[in-house]
């Protein structure tokens, strides 16, 4: 998958992953390092945009989206 | 055996929960919200599904519940966090608490950070509500009180408490120790944080409890850890629910809980009280005409499906012990509540108390009626 939306913890990726799925988008649940230290988030190759727009509807707060190219 | 402890913590458990434990040994053995593997993964999402269910069942958000060893933890958590985030109060409780509210306060207090002040239960519902709006004053930041009093069952007004809260801008904080999975109170009612236990009304294993939020109050967290987020900050994270659970969660119980809060909603909270205050009815009645038993119930005020007595001429640890020896088991002595005790005039020794589970049938309570009205009916000097 080409992004990475990072969520603010493992509760909220856990949820987001659950609500996406119920609306129809292809994602997955996932942790990754970077400097800022452990991140919860979820995987996707959807319009990361209309997904965090979803998302923050639900009150879940996506705090960035990175490209991580097709490393799956 | 016949089993009617469970105020302390209920048994048997569901096989459904016993199953989920066995299950979650075996399939969600990774440790949930630490690593990305799939195994871990799977696990956090099982952990978020119980999540969801126990803040479905008190009004909150998922997001807004975090997961505890027990009660007593989630009580100290919301007691010292709010009073600590507020930086200190006046705390306003109740003679009917437990000591895992009251001693926290009287920490609190000892170390300045929060004075204290105790509303009497005596008399009507109407008595004690006007009793805790009457000590709530300008200082005063946090009510807390008990839902259902733990050592004789007297529920409390807490939904008109809440409004009073709610209009003087004081947190309220609800111990549902003894309530949940009994009576329907949800932070929608206008409370602020509720606290419970996962093993005694909600049947899930020991070592677990939860503390809810509606958000409004800020909680301090008074245990720092690894949560999993936020790992290069010095500082604990500040946000729910990885401010109150640093360290692993039970994750196996947590899994299990989740099965039980399922367990308690097929059956429905109604159903279950109205079957378990049948039992006590019965069991008040079957002791109704002997002298010796004295129950510790008012007229005109409800109780949670919890009764407390004594025995003219037997201690309640001997009554207690005579019980066991005869495959009745039933707690006796202080509940560690010493407040309702000093109120009912039982601080002396405390009081036996009866506490019967959905599991409990009316042949269980006749049995434990009979042997009561065989052996005590008569005073031995």
Known sequence: ?72 | MIYFDNAATTYPKPQSVIKAVEAALFDYGANPGRSGHKLSLKTSDAVYEAREKCAELFGASAENTAFTLNCTAALNFAIKGVCKALGGCGIVTTDLEHNSVIRPIYSLSKERIAEYVIAKSKGSDDELFESICSLCDAKTGIVVMTAGCNVDGRITPVKRVAEFCRSKNICLIVDMAQAAGVVDLKLTDGINIICAPGHKGLYGPMGTGIIATDGKYEIKPIIEGGTGSMSLDIRQPDFMPDSLESGTINTPSVIALSAAVTFVRSRGLERIYSHENALCELFINGVSKNKRVKVYRSEGLSYLPVVSFTIDGVTPSEAARHFSDNGFYLRSGFHCNFLAHRKLGTADRGTVRFAPSVFNTREDVLKFCRFINKNYSFKKF
């Open chain 1, 1 to 72: 998958m080409k992004y990475f939306i990072i969520l603010k913890n493992a509760t909220a990726a856990s949820g987001a992953v659950k609500l996406l799925r119920r609306k129809g988008f292809r994602v997955q649940q996932g942790r990754i390092s970077d400097k800022n230290g452990c991140r919860f988030g979820i995987y996707t190759d959807n319009d990361t945009e209309k997904i965090c727009s979803i998302l923050k509807t639900y009150n879940f707060c996506c705090i960035s989206v990175k490209r991580i190219g097709e490393r799956r």
